[in-house]
């Protein structure tokens, strides 16, 4: 049975999301009757493909549309929002998604990589939210949402750059929630564990290489072995908690890290 979230006629930006978990909460969110600006790196035919797909999909009303800012860059972060402010009016909803990982051992981590991953996965949630704010307040009304990591609250071996920022995420969403808690916008962070998506495709690659086994024993033993009930997140729970803070139920939920991952930060 479809839940109806009263979420018709917002707007929302979603970064990162050409493919993997951004792209699922980026439909979700369509399917609900708002209109979405997409954002990441790709193919621009299969992007465009990808967004046709998504528009034909939607909810009566909602627009679908992309903007390729590089979010490693403030000023083009700053023309994102500047981009879905003036291409549909207002600014309901950031879902801070964007993200890259690397593996490797402290001593070998490559400085451009380190850069790179903070840049991205810390540094681009403060400058879109920075941006976004101003338009929520003058809305009377907004719902940011980080997506963080089961590794922004526990950390892993290899990791370091991506452990650092995914905390720093959760730092900065506790912070900023505190700052507009009494005008009408909540914060709040989304902590997932292993999604099947492209990147923890990528990981598993990665971290066999740096430990030196198979790939079937990295999934086993490895990327699902902190996850008590041994399955995957799956997208549709994700976006189920996305549609749920959003949306008006969500309204007390503020400054909250919130773990969607099977048990594994329990212990």
């Not at 917002?10 to 399917?31: R, Y």
């Not at 089961?150 to 452990?163: M, Q, R, T």
């Not at 492209?198 to 690659?205: K, T």
Request: net charge negative.
């Amino acid at each position: 049975m479809a839940v109806d979230y009263h979420l018709e006629g917002q707007a929302a930006v979603v970064t990162g999301s050409t493919s993997g978990i951004g792209q699922a909460m980026a439909a979700a969110l369509t399917a609900q009757g708002v209109s979405v600006v997409l954002n990441g790196f790709g193919e621009a035919a299969r992007i465009e493909a990808d967004r046709a797909a998504m528009q034909a999909r939607a909810a009566a009303g909602a627009k679908v549309l992309y903007h390729g800012a590089d979010m490693t860059r403030p000023a083009e972060i700053a023309e994102l929002i500047a981009f879905a402010t003036s291409e549909l009016g207002r600014l309901d909803i950031l879902v801070n998604n964007a993200g890259i990982q690397h593996v490797a051992p402290v001593d070998e981590f490559p400085d451009e990589k380190w850069a790179a991953i903070l840049a991205i996965n810390l540094s681009s949630v403060f400058h879109a939210t920075k941006h976004a704010l101003p338009i929520m307040k003058a809305q009377g009304r907004g719902r940011v949402v980080n997506i963080a990591s089961a590794h922004g609250l526990v950390a892993s071996p290899f990791k370091s750059a991506y452990v650092a920022a995914k905390h720093g995420v959760v730092g900065f969403t506790k912070s900023c929630a505190l700052e507009v808690a009494r005008q009408g916008i909540t914060v709040n962070a989304i902590c997932p564990g292993y999604v099947k998506t492209p990147l923890v495709e990528m990981q598993i690659g990665d971290q066999a290489k740096a430990r030196g086994i198979a790939p079937e024993r990295v999934v086993e033993e490895v990327i699902l072995a902190a996850q008590p009930n041994k399955a995957f997140v799956e997208y549709d729970q994700l976006a189920g908690l996305l549609l749920y803070l959003v949306s008006d139920l969500g309204a007390s939920t503020t400054g909250a890290a919130l773990s969607i991952d099977g048990g594994w930060t329990a212990a």
